[in-house]
């Protein structure tokens, strides 16, 4: 390394050798400095004696035979080589395409010719030559953007001025030559519309609900335009619809809900006469093009051709009401594109037939227009494509082409004069320079950039695209690169892992992170979208072998068995031992088990025969000490004898019990003429159904004849069955036996006129004591005993609530039984016939409140600091007020989570207070607890009509308040519970406490319901249909359900689809559009979370459900 001779200067920023071998020096402050390979200096650039507008030159660079040269303060100047002529690239204020810095520190080209700089303080950037522009709104007087960001309406003159009317910033214009703004203050607050030329120094501009006017271009002044006379003017413009402008040679069209047409000859307005276009009122009607004959029109659901001499209308499109159009442009063959709100229509002016044009990439469209080369322009989404005719191809612009994110308006321009095609926004002004081509790029090159094992590469240990990493690593991360000629495109990656846990993702990530795979082989692809949307084909990047660890690895799972099948035997011979001991223990405990049910036989019995011993002593005292009167005897001997009796029949029944346990009980099954046998048992009854004028009536199934059965214990069944019916019989009834022949079995069924089954459970009906939710006695062990000798015969027992009134007992038996003894099998028949029903044990759970506000309202001072003091440890606040006007103010200011309030206080008392906010939709909800020393009926009567919750008399412990409140507060969040199990849908009546509450718990539901497939369903919507702030709305839903109103909307969105999934036949798509989901991906991940699976599991999981329920 040697210095130059030839450079003397010490202080060199930077050296460049060009394509031409030419050696570019920069010295600080002096400019630049060329020299020849021959080692001679060529020429010097500096400020002053060239273009270069910055002596300090950091950095080259060369691209197309020019030399791009980074300055400190002047940007990038561009010298072309050839001419020797500078351009240059600067940060302008407010232009997110300018440079973000005019301190430039470094540039370089990379592999595909892409310019990179460093800016100093401005970070890195790229820079790539773009023809879409985006104008924005900046402040009044800034030439670069225009006065108000949404662009309303665009009209070009023939001179290439382009006047921009704006949504708010009145009327802008554009010199295309310059490309610099113009805005005029005195039209600035005005929505601009429309704008039509009108003469040569006026325009016609439509305003929002103000009306039409012409505006002066040299004096910038307005002045009103009526349409025909003011009244019609008034009536089109208050009506909030907006009023198009179309001007032609003769004739200006002025677009309302009427088409008036102004003659510029005569000065003169007149109406169109087409009824047609009345019902064209969802949208302006827009005036598309025109030619010396027609003018086209766009409506609503049509497209009109207009003969402008005749005035003839005629509908060249049409289509369904809810299908809308919204833009519509014409192509240089005559063909007409529509855009609508299910996409893109073509309208074919040879075959006079629409067809819509095919594509994923969006489903509505917002803007159309065409240029000369034969492409449509199409807003859509908040994205700007382009569709190649010629080609019959989409592709998509994004930032690096130039293009935000931006919703483009429906902005049409009847003539375009150069080669730059605008279009409006709600996000500003789009210039797109026609010039622009589109390349068929060949598809990116998706490479393996890098593999990182716990945060280190691992490039060099990848031999033939595989990999091997331990079981126990951390982290795998790839890395990919698309190698294509424009760097600047972000890339949607679509990853694909396949393996064990085979997954897809999708991500504008270039690095996949895989965390920690569990031991197998995986096999990654990777694809990634293209400027027309598709997808490239996936390339396999990666197989991935994740060894076992050493515990799961054949040679130790070997040792494992051998040393299972050593400690076998010794355990082997171990449990024997343990064998032996256990039934040695098992003896004794059975021992120990007869005694104890020996003693617990002898405590039942004696229980069973209590009762009506007690009732027989009684009866017989009473007679011995000669209380009763001599005609009450034959009533007290009646009662004893029947209360022997029974004593009878329970001995009976034990005595059976026991044989049955002892196993010398047997079934004598044998034939026998069932309607005879029923006849014979309920005979026995009719002493007893006369006495209460009952009536014992019989329906048979005649094709029944010999029927198989012990009719001794059967006998004891049909006894018990029509015993029971005689006692909840009313008099003047009728009991009905019937015999029912099933393929299976036989049913005989005691239907009576009584009380019911609507307050029994069922399923405890046949068990010993049980008598349901009703004043009359149990059913002692009768029913009991019958469901035991039933099931003896194989057979069940069961009773039904009758559809008109009463119930109806049955017993069937097995239709394939055959004549012979069964011995009963031994079984501790006794216990289980005469055991003690279990009690339900309820446990106390524990419930704290220091997560809750209390409001004591008390007018003696005494008791209220009592109360406070006793319960300030147990509540997170405790609030006080002296009577209920001061507390009404407290609870409408801090929403306390429950109110303790004493009646009697003066200015306003507890019942007033508790009315006041069961009335009041904002606090309705909050509990009320009325404490008073009045303990009448009448009193708490008034406090429950009032809405109190609860209600305590004075004086009263304090574990009873506490207990309370608990219940009170515990009740509510149990409501709210359900909701975040994601359980089903709760009814209004369900989870409110007040009828304020209910109210408006059902109109919420119904609103949501009603309007459940509308996007546009959220909580402003909401706050508008129910009347209340959106503060009060999210507090209201918040108390009673838990949940956000969003969250809540989305709640009742997701059940009505598993309605949905269960019963129809939609795919996801339609279902997730049916209940107001715009993006299916959403409404799934949204589903996931709520339910727990995905829509597709939903519904396979239910339809299994369904078939096995039909089989």
């Given at each position: 390394?040697?210095?130059?001779?030839?450079?003397?200067?010490?202080?060199?920023?930077t050296i460049f050798?060009?394509?031409?071998?030419?050696?570019w020096?920069?010295?600080?402050?002096?400019?630049?400095v060329?020299y020849?390979k021959?080692e001679k200096?060529?020429?010097?650039?500096?400020?002053?004696?060239s273009g270069?507008?910055?002596?300090?030159v950091?950095?080259f660079?060369?691209?197309?035979n020019?030399?791009?040269i980074a300055?400190?303060?002047?940007?990038i100047n561009?010298?072309d080589?050839p001419t020797?002529?500078f351009s240059?690239?600067?940060?302008?204020?407010d232009?997110e395409q300018s440079?973000?810095?005019n301190?430039i520190?470094?540039?370089y080209?990379?592999?595909?010719?892409?310019?990179?700089g460093?800016?100093?303080?401005g970070?890195?950037?790229?820079?790539?030559?773009?023809?879409?522009?985006?104008?924005?709104?900046?402040p009044?007087?800034?030439?670069?953007?225009?006065?108000e960001r949404?662009?309303a309406?665009i009209y070009?003159?023939s001179?290439t001025?382009?006047w921009?009317?704006t949504d708010?910033?009145?009327?802008n214009?554009l010199?295309?030559?310059?490309?610099?703004?113009?805005?005029y203050?005195?039209t600035?607050g005005e929505?601009?519309t429309?704008?039509?030329?009108?003469s040569?120094h006026?325009?016609?501009?439509?305003?929002?609900?103000k009306?039409v006017?012409?505006?002066?271009?040299?004096?910038t002044?307005?002045?009103?335009?009526?349409?025909v006379?003011?009244s019609i003017?008034?009536?089109e413009?208050s009506?909030g619809?907006?009023?198009?402008?179309?001007?032609?040679?003769?004739?200006?069209y002025?677009?309302?809900?009427?088409?008036y047409?102004?003659?510029?000859?005569?000065?003169?307005?007149?109406?169109?006469n087409?009824p047609?276009?009345?019902?064209?009122?969802?949208i302006?009607?827009?005036?598309i093009?025109?030619?010396?004959?027609?003018?086209y029109?766009?409506?609503?659901?049509?497209?009109f051709?207009?003969?402008?001499?005749s005035?003839?209308l005629l509908?060249?499109?049409?289509t369904?009401?809810?299908?809308d159009?919204?833009?519509?442009?014409?192509?240089d063959?005559?063909?007409?594109w529509?855009?609508?709100?299910?996409?893109?229509?073509?309208?074919?002016?040879e075959?006079g037939t629409?067809?819509?044009?095919h594509?994923?990439l969006?489903n509505?469209v917002?803007?159309l227009?065409y240029?000369?080369?034969?492409?449509?322009?199409?807003?859509?989404?908040?994205m700007?494509?382009?569709?190649?005719?010629?080609e019959?191809?989409?592709?998509?612009l994004?930032?690096?082409?130039g293009?935000?994110?931006?919703e483009?308006?429906f902005?049409?321009?009847p003539?375009?004069?150069?080669?730059n095609?605008?279009m409006?926004?709600?996000m500003?002004l789009?210039r797109?320079?026609?010039?622009l081509?589109?390349?068929?790029?060949?598809?990116?090159?998706?490479?393996?950039l890098?593999a990182?094992?716990n945060g280190?590469?691992t490039?060099?240990?990848?031999?033939?695209?595989r990999?091997?990493?331990?079981?126990?690593h951390?982290?795998?991360?790839v890395?990919?690169?698309?190698d294509e000629?424009?760097s600047f495109?972000?890339?949607?990656?679509?990853?694909?892992?396949e393996?064990k846990?085979?997954?897809?993702?999708?991500?504008?990530?270039?690095?996949?992170?895989l965390g920690r795979l569990?031991?197998?082989?995986?096999?990654?692809?990777?694809?990634c979208?293209?400027?027309?949307?598709e997808?490239?084909?996936p390339a396999?990047?990666?197989?991935?072998v994740v060894?076992?660890?050493w515990?799961?690895?054949t040679w130790?799972i070997?040792?494992?068995v051998?040393?299972?099948?050593?400690?076998?035997?010794?355990?082997f011979y171990t449990?024997?031992?343990?064998k032996?001991?256990r039934?040695?223990?098992?003896m004794?405990?059975?021992?120990?088990k007869t005694y104890?049910e020996?003693?617990?036989?002898?405590?039942?019995?004696?229980?069973?025969?209590r009762?009506?011993?007690t009732?027989?002593?009684a009866?017989l005292?009473?007679l011995l000490?000669?209380?009763?009167?001599q005609?009450e005897?034959?009533?007290y001997?009646?009662s004893?004898y029947?209360?022997?009796?029974?004593?009878?029949?329970?001995?009976?029944?034990?005595?059976?019990?026991?044989?049955?346990?002892?196993?010398?009980e047997?079934l004598r099954?044998?034939?026998?003429?069932?309607?005879?046998?029923?006849?014979?048992?309920?005979?026995?009854?009719q002493?007893?159904?006369?006495?209460k004028?009952?009536e014992?009536?019989?329906?048979?199934?005649?094709q029944?004849q010999?029927?198989?059965y012990?009719?001794?214990?059967?006998?004891?069944?049909l006894?018990n069955l029509?015993?029971n019916?005689?006692?909840?019989s009313?008099n003047?009834?009728?009991i009905?036996?019937k015999t029912?022949?099933?393929?299976?079995s036989i049913?005989?069924?005691?239907?009576?006129?009584?009380?019911?089954?609507?307050?029994?459970?069922?399923?405890?009906?046949?068990?010993?004591?049980?008598?349901?939710?009703?004043?009359?006695g149990?059913s002692?062990?009768?029913l009991?005993y019958?469901k035991?000798l039933?099931?003896?015969?194989?057979?069940?027992?069961g009773?039904?609530n009758?559809?008109?009134?009463?119930?109806t007992?049955?017993?069937?038996?097995?239709?394939?039984?055959?004549?012979q003894?069964v011995?009963?099998?031994?079984?501790?028949y006794?216990?289980?016939?005469l055991?003690?029903?279990?009690?339900?044990?309820?446990?106390?759970?524990?419930?704290t409140?220091q997560?809750?506000?209390?409001?004591?309202?008390?007018?003696?001072?005494d008791?209220?600091e009592f109360?406070?003091?006793?319960?300030?440890?147990k509540?997170?606040?405790?609030?006080?007020?002296?009577?209920?006007?001061?507390?009404l103010g407290?609870?409408?200011q801090?929403?306390?989570?429950i109110?303790?309030?004493?009646?009697?206080?003066p200015?306003m008392?507890g019942?007033?207070?508790?009315?006041e906010?069961?009335?009041n939709?904002?606090?309705s909800?909050?509990?009320?607890?009325?404490l008073?020393?009045?303990a009448d009926?009448?009193?708490?009567?008034?406090?429950y009509?009032?809405?109190?919750?609860?209600y305590?008399?004075?004086p009263?412990?304090?574990?009873m308040?506490?207990?309370?409140?608990?219940?009170?507060?515990?009740?509510r969040?149990?409501?709210k519970s359900?909701?975040r199990?994601?359980?089903?849908i709760?009814?209004?009546?369900?989870?409110?406490?007040?009828?304020?509450?209910e109210?408006f718990m059902?109109?919420?539901?119904?609103v949501?319901?009603?309007?459940?497939?509308?996007?546009?369903?959220?909580v402003?919507?909401?706050?508008?249909?129910?009347?209340m702030?959106?503060?009060?709305l999210?507090?209201?839903?918040?108390?009673?359900t838990?949940?956000?109103?969003?969250?809540?909307?989305?709640?009742r969105r997701i059940?009505?689809?598993?309605?949905?999934?269960?019963?129809?036949?939609?795919n996801?798509?339609?279902?997730?559009?049916?209940?107001?989901?715009?993006?299916?991906r959403?409404?799934s991940?949204?589903f996931?979370?709520?339910?727990g699976?995905t829509p597709s599991q939903?519904?396979?999981?239910?339809?299994?459900?369904?078939?096995?329920q039909?089989?």
């Open positions: 390394m040697y210095r130059c001779p030839f450079v003397k200067e010490r202080e060199i920023n050798v060009d394509s031409r071998n030419r050696l020096v920069s010295f600080y402050g002096k400019g630049i060329c020849s021959e200096k060529l020429f010097n650039l500096s400020s002053k004696n270069l507008n910055n002596d300090i950091f950095d660079s060369e691209k197309d020019q030399l791009w300055t400190d303060g002047g940007g561009i010298l080589l020797m002529k240059y690239l600067k940060h302008v204020s232009d440079l973000p810095s301190s520190y470094c540039l080209k990379d592999q595909m010719d892409n310019i990179w460093g800016s100093i303080r970070g890195l950037f790229g820079i790539k030559k773009v023809f879409i522009k985006t104008y924005k709104d900046v009044l007087g800034n030439a670069h953007g225009i006065s949404t662009v309406s070009e003159d001179d001025l382009l921009v009317g708010g910033g009145g009327i214009s010199d295309q030559k310059t490309n610099t703004f113009h805005h203050p005195s600035y929505k601009v429309s704008i039509a030329s009108f040569e006026e325009l016609l501009v439509s305003c929002f609900n009306g006017f012409t505006f002066n271009k040299k004096t002044q307005m002045k009103p335009f009526p349409i006379n003011d003017t008034k009536r413009f009506s619809d907006l009023v198009n402008l179309y001007a032609t040679k003769d004739h200006i002025i677009l309302g809900a009427k088409v047409i102004y003659n510029k000859h005569t000065r003169r307005t007149s109406i169109l087409a047609q276009i009345d019902v064209q009122r969802k302006a009607m827009q005036a093009y025109s030619d010396d004959n027609d003018l029109l766009m409506g609503t659901n049509n497209l051709k207009l003969n402008m001499k005035n003839e509908s060249l499109v049409s369904e009401e809810r299908d159009f919204t833009s519509a442009c014409r192509d063959k005559g063909n007409f529509i855009g609508s709100n299910s996409g893109l229509l073509f309208y074919n002016k075959t629409a067809e819509k044009v594509t994923n969006f509505s917002s803007s227009a240029d000369k080369k034969g492409r449509i322009w199409i807003g859509a989404q908040n700007l494509f382009a569709y190649v005719i010629k019959k191809r989409f592709v998509i994004d930032e690096s082409d293009m935000p994110f931006n483009l308006i902005t049409p321009i003539v375009l004069h150069t080669k095609l605008y409006g926004g709600t500003g789009v797109i320079n026609t010039d081509v589109f390349e068929n790029n060949s598809s990116p090159i998706l490479k393996l890098d990182k094992l280190k590469s490039l060099e240990q990848i031999k033939d695209k990999i091997s990493i331990p079981w126990n951390s982290s795998f991360n890395k990919v690169i698309a000629k424009s495109r972000k890339h949607l990656f679509r990853y694909t892992i393996g846990n085979a997954m897809e993702l999708d991500s504008y990530l270039h690095t996949l992170e569990a031991p197998g082989e995986y096999t990654i692809s990777v694809s979208d293209t400027p027309n949307g997808w490239t084909q396999e990047l990666l197989t991935i060894s076992p660890p515990w799961k690895s130790f070997l040792s494992c051998f040393l299972v099948l050593c400690a076998g035997g010794a355990v449990l024997i031992k343990k032996e001991n039934l040695k223990q098992k004794r405990e059975h021992e120990k104890e020996k003693i617990r036989f002898l405590i039942n019995i004696s229980h069973e025969l009762t009506p011993l009732l027989i002593y009866s005292k009473r000490n000669g209380e009763v009167k005609t005897i034959p009533e001997l009646h004893a029947k209360q022997a009796d029974q004593m009878k029949d329970i001995i009976n029944i034990v005595l059976d019990a026991r044989r049955m346990e002892v196993g010398q047997v099954i044998s034939s026998h003429p069932l309607h005879e046998w029923v006849k014979e048992v309920a005979d026995t009854f002493t007893a159904s006369k006495a004028n009952i014992i009536s019989y329906s048979f199934d005649e029944i010999s029927v198989a012990d009719d001794t214990k059967c006998k004891v069944v006894s029509l015993m019916a005689l006692k909840y009313p003047n009834s009728r009905l036996i029912l022949r099933t393929d299976e049913q005989v069924l005691v239907q009576d006129q009584g009380i019911g089954l609507e307050h029994v459970d069922i399923t405890k009906l046949f068990t010993r004591f049980y008598q349901g939710k009703h004043s009359q149990g002692g062990i009768g009991s019958a035991m039933i099931d003896l015969h194989g057979g069940r027992i009773a039904f009758n559809e008109d009134r009463g119930a007992f049955f017993y069937e038996l097995p239709a394939n039984l055959q004549e003894e011995s009963c099998p031994q079984h501790s006794l216990n289980e016939l055991s003690a029903p279990e009690e339900d044990q309820v446990e106390s759970v524990p419930f409140l997560g809750y506000s209390l409001l004591i309202v008390e007018d003696k001072q008791l209220r109360l406070k003091d006793a319960l300030k440890d509540f997170k606040k405790v609030y006080q007020a002296e009577d209920g006007l001061e507390a407290i609870i409408k801090q929403h306390p989570d109110v303790v309030s004493d009646i009697m206080m200015q008392n019942y007033q207070l508790c009315k906010i069961k009335e939709l904002d606090i909800h909050i509990p009320v607890i009325l008073t020393a009045r009926s009448e009193s708490q009567m008034l406090g009509k009032l809405g109190a919750d609860a305590l008399s004075k009263f412990e304090m574990e308040l506490l207990s309370v409140i608990q219940n009170q507060i515990k009740n969040e149990y409501i359900k909701y199990g994601n359980q089903a709760l009814s209004p009546q369900e989870v409110t406490f007040s009828n304020a509450d109210q059902i109109k919420l539901n119904e949501i319901d009603q309007h459940l497939p509308e996007p546009n369903l959220d402003k919507f909401l706050t508008d249909q129910m009347a702030s959106r503060t009060s999210y507090n209201k839903v918040k108390e009673l838990d949940m956000g109103a969003n969250d809540y909307i989305n709640y059940d009505r689809a598993t309605v949905l999934l269960v019963q129809s036949e939609l996801i798509t339609e279902i997730s559009e049916q209940v107001g989901f715009t993006y299916q959403y409404f991940t949204l996931k979370e709520m339910k699976v939903f519904r396979a999981q239910h339809s299994t459900k369904q078939q096995a039909t089989k």
